[in-house]
């Protein structure tokens, strides 16, 4: 609607897709959860199932703007938008999610990883989409979500975003899953593949944290500067974030050895 | 020249039949068409809050909804808030702690607050800034606004705080 105002997207024929039932609808279904793309984020984060099976992605989509924005932006839009700072998309990478696209030449679900080509760009092509679909992270992990902005309200847009997902080994002494995603530090929002495997298998602590969030900042990071931060300053931000959702992760195992 | 729509919908409480330009923001028709003139059209981007209404319950910013879309809703604006003529809660707190200066962002912090109080009706401080952080005030400093609400929320819970 913004960019409409401003002239910078002219259309002839707008189809109002946001009252078909499927688009509007929270559902679990074998472990997964579906989120019609037409479900408002404000929606998704008051929702009681996601809040208990999907909580940090109802705590990212309670900072996604203003109670008004909440009230109109979907999931489906913020993801479409393909902003590389959108709130939704360091969670759901995260999590593993999936989107289902319909189209002409029929239907076809692309992981959430291969959905995103640039800022404002996806691989839809004359294609709408229907649904995300997100499937239960194991029950022994802790996830976090962290969000920098320019005022103390977190609803502003993001100049750093970090979702975290640790899971540590039986024994709770060595990390064996972890997986980082970064937002407003790319041209998309980006898994930290480098930060991620500097932490698999490695004892859960104060040095695999600090070359983690380092690799996070060095290597999996491609900040710009623009009006809001210097790329600098993202960089520095991201170590730090990284890091502090580390420490905070491991404060929420039971029995972890402590950072 | 654009192309227009039939919807019916329900306007603090009154139902109306109206054709709308199919390119109209719900914020046009409140103010252009019906004369509510108490929304404001601040920003015309979503950030400031002025032309917040609730539809069906939910607050939103009208500049960015498209008349038709509420074809079927119920809208409820401040003028909606002081029916028969006796101001609402909100309203009377607002002008008891000092929180309208000029006037502008009243409306739409308290069509804010009201759906705050809707859903929560004991929030806590920091549940009332996060809930009028799409609210811009130039004005007041926001202090005396978020004393008014609280004290709002009182009354509504049937205690009597002036």
């Known amino acids: 609607m913004v960019k409409m105002k401003e002239g910078k997207l002219r259309y002839g024929v707008l189809v109002d897709i946001k009252r078909i039932p499927e688009m509007g609808s929270i559902r679990p279904e074998n472990g997964v959860i579906r989120l019609g793309a037409a479900v408002t984020s404000r929606a998704i984060a008051r929702s009681p199932l996601v809040r208990e099976r999907l909580p940090l992605l109802s705590r990212a989509l309670g900072l996604l703007g203003s109670m008004q924005i909440g009230n109109r932006a979907t999931i489906g839009g913020n993801l479409c938008n393909a902003s590389p700072a959108a709130d939704s998309a360091p969670p759901l990478l995260v999590l593993g999610a999936s989107v289902k696209l319909i189209g002409a030449r029929g239907e076809r679900k692309?992981?959430?990883?291969?959905?995103?080509?640039?800022?404002?760009?996806?691989?839809?092509?004359?294609?709408?989409?229907?649904?995300?679909?997100?499937?239960?992270?194991?029950?022994?992990?802790?996830?976090?979500?962290?969000?920098?902005?320019?005022?103390?309200?977190?609803?502003?847009?993001?100049?750093?975003?970090?979702?975290?997902?640790?899971?540590?080994?039986?024994?709770?002494?060595?990390?064996?899953?972890?997986?980082?995603?970064?937002?407003?530090?790319?041209?998309?929002?980006?898994?930290?593949?480098?930060?991620?495997?500097?932490?698999?298998?490695?004892?859960?602590?104060?040095?695999?944290?600090?070359?983690?969030?380092?690799?996070?900042?060095?290597?999996?990071?491609?900040?710009?500067?623009?009006?809001?931060?210097?790329?600098?300053?993202?960089?520095?931000?991201?170590?730090?974030?990284?890091?502090?959702?580390?420490?905070?992760?491991?404060?929420?195992?039971?029995?972890?050895?402590?950072? | 020249m654009s192309?227009?729509?039939?919807?019916?919908?329900?306007?603090?409480?009154?139902?109306?039949?109206?054709?709308?330009?199919?390119?109209?923001?719900?914020?046009?028709?409140?103010?252009?068409?019906?004369?509510?003139?108490?929304?404001?059209?601040?920003?015309?981007?979503?950030?400031?809050?002025?032309?917040?209404?609730?539809?069906?319950?939910?607050?939103?910013?009208?500049?960015?909804?498209?008349?038709?879309?509420?074809?079927?809703?119920?809208?409820?604006?401040?003028?909606?808030?002081?029916?028969?003529?006796?101001?609402?809660?909100?309203?009377?707190?607002?002008?008891?702690?000092?929180?309208?200066?000029c006037g502008f962002c009243a409306p739409g912090i308290i069509m804010a607050a009201k759906s705050l109080l809707d859903e929560e009706p004991r929030p806590s401080e920091e549940e009332i800034r996060t809930a009028i952080a799409g609210n811009l005030c130039r004005c007041t400093g926001y202090l005396s606004i978020v004393k008014a609400i609280a004290a709002a929320a009182e009354v509504l819970r049937g205690g009597d705080k002036r």
């Open chain 1, 110 to 259: 692309v992981p959430l990883e291969n959905f995103f080509l640039g800022p404002g760009k996806t691989v839809m092509d004359r294609e709408m989409l229907t649904e995300v679909q997100v499937p239960s992270p194991p029950s022994q992990g802790r996830a976090v979500f962290y969000k920098l902005g320019l005022r103390a309200a977190p609803e502003d847009i993001a100049l750093v975003s970090v979702a975290l997902f640790g899971v540590p080994d039986a024994g709770g002494k060595n990390w064996q899953d972890l997986r980082i995603a970064l937002g407003a530090l790319a041209p998309t929002a980006i898994r930290a593949l480098h930060a991620e495997e500097a932490l698999r298998g490695q004892p859960i602590g104060r040095k695999s944290a600090e070359d983690a969030s380092r690799l996070a900042a060095e290597k999996d990071s491609d900040p710009i500067t623009d009006i809001r931060a210097s790329a600098k300053y993202r960089r520095a931000m991201v170590e730090l974030l990284v890091r502090r959702a580390l420490e905070q992760v491991t404060r929420e195992i039971p029995g972890a050895s402590k950072l």
């Open chain 2, 3 to 101: 192309e227009f729509g039939k919807i019916r919908a329900t306007i603090n409480g009154q139902t109306y039949d109206l054709s709308v330009a199919l390119n109209e923001t719900l914020l046009e028709l409140l103010r252009y068409r019906l004369a509510l003139t108490g929304t404001k059209s601040g920003c015309e981007t979503g950030d400031c809050g002025a032309c917040t209404v609730l539809v069906s319950g939910k607050a939103v910013n009208s500049c960015l909804v498209l008349a038709v879309e509420i074809d079927g809703a119920s809208v409820t604006t401040i003028e909606g808030l002081s029916a028969g003529g006796e101001l609402h809660p909100l309203q009377q707190a607002f002008i008891d702690h000092g929180a309208v200066q």
